[in-house]
């Protein structure tokens, strides 16, 4: 079979997968704290047999999607006046706890924050936001104030403080939903360099303009596979009732 059907194919492929993906980053344009994901290429087959396998020669000269990475690069942030509305600037993750039903800690940057009924700090989907020592954080009532390095206060002393937290540039975060992450608690670093801004919010780091341009060049190049195959197709129907029928 011709080397270039394979080519087509996994150009389909790849074009297909990273097509979610473009859509997937558009529709969170105006999502709070999203982080737009990129996909990454590798070859088909992996292993200590690869190089020497005929079917890696054919199928590894084109690339296929290996998956997606977050791009970790800063969104836009957004004045609100909301005392509880706290915006990262720098790198790190807010550290929430898991609503009912699912477990462990998941990681943000939507900083959209509320006060509980009974004095917690929560997120807008009522999840519990954790400190740098993975406890909750007891906000009191009346006017409160928080610092570039996270310290909230109130009346003039300190009452906590935020927990923003990094990982490893070899730790995954597994996306879950449209901005929070899964990823191991116990990699996690206590960000020195991040800071804090109270009254704002980040905004998703795509770009509409770029998203759109990227979601139509997806799309171009995947009908391109598209009728691509199609002419393999034909070209290998032709030759089996040609051909076939002398054998």
Partial sequence: MDSGYYAAFSGLLARTEALDSAASNLA?????????????????IMGPEALGSQLNKTVNNFGVLGG???????????????????AIEGSGFFAVQSRPGLEGIRY?????????????????????????????????????SVGSDGVISSGGASVGSLGVFTFPTSEPMVPEGVNRYVADPTKALVSREARVHQGSLEGSNQDVIQGSLQL???????EMMQKTLSIFHN?????ASEELPKV
């Fill in 235 to 239: 070209d290998f129907d032709k030759t």
């Fill in 28 to 44: 969170n344009a105006n999502t709070t704290g999203f982080r737009a994901e990129r996909e990454y290429f590798r070859g088909a």
């Fill in 216 to 222: 139509i060049l997806v799309q171009r190049q995947a």
């Fill in 108 to 144: 943000t940057r939507d900083g959209a924050f509320q006060r509980s009924r009974s004095g917690q700090l929560i997120t807008s989907l009522g999840e519990t936001v954790l400190n740098a020592a993975g406890k909750p954080i007891l906000v009191p009532s009346g006017e409160i």
């Fill in 68 to 86: 997606n990475s977050i791009n970790l690069s800063q969104g836009p942030l957004t004045h609100t006046g909301n005392p509880l509305d706290i």
